[in-house]
């Protein structure tokens, strides 16, 4: 059941929606594509549907072209972010609908039902109507639907987006069970790194309408081939800045100049960004080696048992998430500091030239 996309685009009035993209996934995977709004994630999706018919390139089912299949006639099943169900009916007709449209026998529909409300501990709401259920087991009943029909390919397009938080997080736990139970391949759109290191499998990220890398989610979240990748696979967006290597100097934008620590004097001389997540940023100093920056402080956002702080580095804008409620004085300086084994250092066309020390340990 293996679904490949062989060189495949997508063009709507002349503006591209999807650059010519490769990529193969194996029978049974669960296979999560991350980005932004607007990514092509959705675009992508239809295309491997068949909802929409790319500009370039095929794509293969089992080693067949059914670029130009309906459909209809694809093994395929969808669950959108707002998820439909007929109100009318009960949760068991809802998930027999589709069978009773493949015109299987009354007993095979009975089995496929309860076995599959049985995956999503539906059982004991069979007999009860859609909006009878909480926001959860209507999505539940969603996706009973789309896996009652023994489709090789489930499509999930940012389905837990509209549920609240409980429900999302009892959500993202039971998908990867659901999805080893019924062996399909599982593609699943979503906007967050958090949800897709929670669903792990594989990844694919994605910036304007470009997929920029694709492997096992934790290998692309530690190792993530370009600048562009590690803004995407990072909740709030990876914090860079510029840096000249100079012997055993490093020289920042701004001017300041420090040792070389860690990893990074092994670098060659020359000029890199480097990036660093904001779960490393801190505002007070562990240890010696750490490399200490003076910014303003623009924003503080509490969260509760963690407080994100905004920063201004020289008209670079940082984020850094900090442990603990901390009352700080907006517009004031800040000294913050950062392990070099915590950064990531990509050359001057954004591609990686040396992941995190820590992340090359993990």
Same mark, same amino acid.
């Given at each position: 059941?293996?679904?490949? #996309?062989?060189?495949?685009?997508?063009?709507?009035?002349?503006?591209?929606?999807?650059?010519?993209?490769?990529?193969?996934?194996?029978?049974?995977?669960?296979?999560?594509?991350?980005?932004?709004?607007?990514?092509?994630?959705?675009? #992508?999706?239809?295309?491997?549907?068949?909802?929409?018919?790319?500009?370039?390139?095929?794509?293969?089912?089992?080693?067949?072209?059914?670029?130009?299949?309906?459909?209809?006639?694809?093994?395929?099943?969808?669950?959108?972010?707002?998820?439909?169900?007929?109100?009318?009916?009960?949760?068991?007709?809802?998930?027999?609908?589709?069978?009773?449209?493949?015109?299987?026998?009354?007993?095979?529909?009975?089995?496929?039902?309860?076995?599959?409300?049985?995956?999503?501990?539906?059982?004991?709401?069979?007999?009860?109507?859609?909006?009878?259920?909480?926001?959860?087991?209507?999505?539940?009943?969603?996706?009973?639907?789309?896996?009652?029909?023994?489709?090789?390919?489930?499509?999930?397009?940012?389905?837990?987006?509209?549920?609240?938080?409980?429900?999302?997080?009892?959500?993202?736990?039971?998908?990867?069970?659901?999805?080893?139970?019924?062996?399909?391949?599982?593609?699943?759109?979503?906007?967050?790194?958090?949800?897709?290191?929670?669903?792990?499998?594989?990844?694919?990220? #994605?910036?304007?309408?470009?997929?920029?890398?694709?492997?096992?989610?934790?290998?692309?979240?530690?190792?993530?081939?370009?600048?562009?990748?590690?803004?995407?696979?990072?909740?709030?967006?990876?914090?860079?800045?510029?840096?000249?290597?100079?012997?055993?100097?490093?020289?920042?934008?701004?001017?300041?100049?420090?040792?070389?620590?860690?990893? #990074?004097?092994?670098?060659?001389?020359?000029?890199?960004?480097?990036?660093?997540?904001?779960?490393?940023?801190?505002?007070?100093?562990?240890?010696?080696?750490?490399?200490?920056?003076?910014?303003?402080?623009?924003?503080?956002?509490?969260?509760?048992?963690?407080?994100?702080?905004?920063?201004?580095?020289?008209?670079?804008?940082?984020?850094?998430?900090?442990?603990?409620?901390?009352?700080?004085?907006?517009?004031?300086?800040?000294?913050?500091?950062?392990?070099?084994?915590?950064?990531?250092?990509?050359?001057?066309?954004?591609?990686?030239?040396?992941?995190?020390?820590?992340?090359?340990?993990?």
């Amino acid at each position: 059941m293996t679904l490949t #996309l062989d060189g495949i685009s997508k063009v709507v009035d002349g503006e591209v929606h999807i650059h010519p993209a490769d990529l193969t996934l194996a029978p049974g995977t669960m296979n999560v594509l991350l980005g932004p709004t607007l990514a092509g994630k959705t675009s #992508l999706m239809r295309l491997m549907a068949g909802l929409d018919a790319p500009a370039t390139g095929r794509v293969l089912w089992q080693g067949q072209d059914v670029t130009g299949m309906r459909v209809q006639d694809r093994a395929v099943a969808m669950v959108y972010q707002q998820f439909i169900n007929y109100p009318s009916m009960s949760v068991y007709d809802n998930i027999a609908s589709p069978l009773r449209l493949q015109g299987k026998g009354k007993g095979e529909i009975d089995r496929l039902v309860r076995e599959t409300a049985g995956m999503l501990k539906l059982t004991p709401m069979l007999d009860r109507k859609p909006l009878e259920l909480s926001g959860g087991q209507q999505q539940r009943c969603a996706l009973a639907r789309a896996l009652v029909k023994g489709a090789g390919l489930v499509l999930l397009d940012e389905p837990l987006a509209n549920l609240d938080y409980k429900l999302r997080e009892e959500l993202r736990l039971e998908i990867p069970r659901i999805f080893e139970e019924s062996g399909a391949i599982f593609v699943y759109a979503t906007t967050e790194p958090e949800e897709a290191l929670l669903l792990g499998g594989n990844t694919a990220t #994605l910036w304007e309408g470009r997929i920029t890398q694709f492997g096992p989610t934790p290998e692309v979240y530690r190792r993530p081939a370009d600048a562009t990748t590690a803004r995407v696979f990072s909740d709030p967006p990876m914090n860079f800045l510029t840096a000249t290597k100079r012997g055993d100097r490093l020289v920042f934008g701004d001017g300041q100049e420090v040792p070389a620590m860690g990893a #990074l004097k092994a670098l060659g001389d020359g000029a890199y960004q480097m990036g660093f997540r904001p779960n490393h940023l801190e505002i007070e100093r562990h240890g010696e080696e750490v490399m200490g920056f003076d910014a303003t402080l623009s924003v503080t956002e509490i969260t509760g048992s963690e407080t994100f702080v905004h920063l201004d580095h020289h008209g670079a804008r940082w984020v850094g998430l900090i442990h603990g409620v901390r009352d700080l004085e907006i517009g004031t300086g800040l000294r913050v500091w950062l392990d070099p084994a915590h950064v990531y250092v990509f050359g001057s066309d954004g591609a990686l030239v040396a992941p995190a020390s820590y992340a090359q340990a993990a």
